[in-house]
Nanobody, 125 residues
Framework: QVHVVESGGGLVQAGGSLRLSCAAS????????MGWFRQAPGKEREFVAA?????????YGDSVKGRFTISRGDNAKNTVYLQMNSLKPEDTAVYSC?????????????????WGQGTQVTVSS
């Protein structure tokens, strides 16, 4: 069983930055992509970013391209970060980290099998 824990959410003013972290444990003998999704109240879950096991391939949702950067830990493949810059009020949501079922990243949530509880990000105007 995989355990996923996010951290780093909080309240920030528009134009500011936040860095989210995610650590996965419990599955040490397979390779897997990791991704971030978000869900705002009353809205469907939205793909944010994903990264391959190797860290070479990254995918971004259209709404965050050029502002957010996903990366994996240099010495800890089970850790992924989401650097969020130029934040906007519409970025307000619960951000959840997910562990993929393959080494390749996907934008669809159906390719991710283990999820964290999520961390709240609130951007004030």
């Amino acid at each position: 069983q995989v355990h996923v824990v996010e951290s780093g959410g909080g309240l920030v003013q528009a134009g500011g930055s936040l860095r989210l972290s995610c650590a996965a444990s419990g599955r040490t003998f397979t390779t897997y992509a990791m991704g971030w999704f978000r869900q705002a109240p009353g809205k469907e879950r939205e793909f944010v970013a994903a990264i391959s096991w190797s860290g070479i391939t990254t995918l971004y949702g259209d709404s965050v391209k050029g502002r957010f950067t996903i990366s994996r830990g240099d010495n800890a493949k089970n850790t992924v970060y989401l650097q969020m810059n130029s934040l906007k009020p519409e970025d307000t949501a619960v951000y959840s980290c997910a562990v993929g079922s393959s080494p390749s990243p996907y934008t669809s949530s159906r390719f991710y099998g283990s999820w964290g509880q999520g961390t709240q990000v609130t951007v004030s105007s």
